[in-house]
C-alpha cells in the first residue's frame, strides 16, 4: 500500500474491532487536558451550527454539545457512533451521522467546523481538496479549529504539522488565525473566516 494513501473505512473498522476506545479517550489525562484546552480556544461562547468531523465515541462532542445550539457530530465507523450516541442520549441539541470524510459532508453551513484528531487520516492531496469544501461550508465570520497529536505515526498518511501547515498555506489569504498553541505532542489553531467585503 503506498503509503501516502487515504486510511479508509475499513482501517477504521479493525480499530473499533480490536478496542471500544482505541485511543483511550475516556480515561486518558492527555485527552482530558488536551479537550479542555480546544473548548477554552474557542472564541464565542456558543455557536448556532457546529459540525464535529471523526467525533469517535463521543467524549469531546459532550463538551462541544454545551458551546453549540445544534451539534451535528459525524463518523466513519457506526460502532464508535453507536458509542457516542449512547453518552450523549441526553442531548438533545446533538445529531450524529455516518459520514466518510472528506467524500461525505452535510449539506448545511456551519459557524464553528471542529477537526480534532482526523486530518492526518488523510493524505496530503485528499486534505488539500478538502480544505476548500471546509472553507465553503464555513459562514462569515464562522471558525475552523483543528488539533492534532504532532508526534509521527507509522501508519497516518501525515504528521500533524503537515496537516496544519497545509492549511496555513492554503487559507492565509482567505481566514485569520485567531488562536494557535503548540503543547507537547499536540497543537491547537482557530481560523475564522473574514466577512465578505460586500457585506
Not at 479493525?14 to 492527555?30: G, H, I, L, R, T
Not at 464565542?44 to 458551546?67: F, M, R
Not at 498518511?157 to 503537515?162: A, I, L, R, S
Not at 496537516?163 to 489569504?173: G, N, S
Request: net charge negative; glycine share 2%; aromatic share 10%.
Amino acid at each position: 500500500m503506498n503509503e501516502k494513501q487515504s486510511l479508509d473505512s475499513e482501517y477504521f473498522k479493525k480499530v473499533y474491532e480490536a478496542n471500544e476506545d482505541p485511543w483511550n479517550f475516556e480515561k486518558s489525562e492527555y485527552e482530558a487536558k488536551k479537550y479542555a484546552a480546544t473548548i477554552a480556544a474557542l472564541p464565542k461562547k456558543h455557536y448556532e451550527n457546529v459540525l464535529e468531523i471523526g467525533c469517535s465515541i463521543g467524549v469531546l462532542t459532550q463538551l462541544l454539545a454545551e458551546k453549540s445550539i445544534q451539534l451535528l457530530a459525524t463518523d466513519v465507523s457506526q460502532k464508535a457512533l453507536d458509542m457516542a450516541q449512547k453518552r450523549c442520549e441526553n442531548l438533545k441539541n446533538v445529531s450524529f451521522e455516518k459520514m466518510s470524510f472528506p467524500q461525505e459532508l452535510p449539506e448545511d453551513q456551519y459557524d464553528l467546523i471542529m477537526i480534532s484528531e482526523v486530518a492526518y487520516y488523510l493524505s496530503p492531496e485528499d486534505w488539500q481538496s478538502a480544505i476548500g469544501i471546509l472553507f465553503d461550508k464555513l459562514k462569515s465570520k464562522g471558525n475552523i479549529v483543528l488539533v492534532h497529536w504532532l508526534p509521527e505515526v507509522h501508519d497516518y498518511p501525515q504528521t500533524g504539522d503537515e496537516v496544519h501547515d497545509t492549511f496555513e498555506e492554503l487559507m492565509r489569504d482567505r481566514m485569520k488565525n485567531v488562536f494557535s498553541d503548540r503543547a507537547e505532542t499536540y497543537r491547537i489553531d482557530v481560523w475564522a473566516r473574514s466577512q465578505p467585503e460586500n457585506s
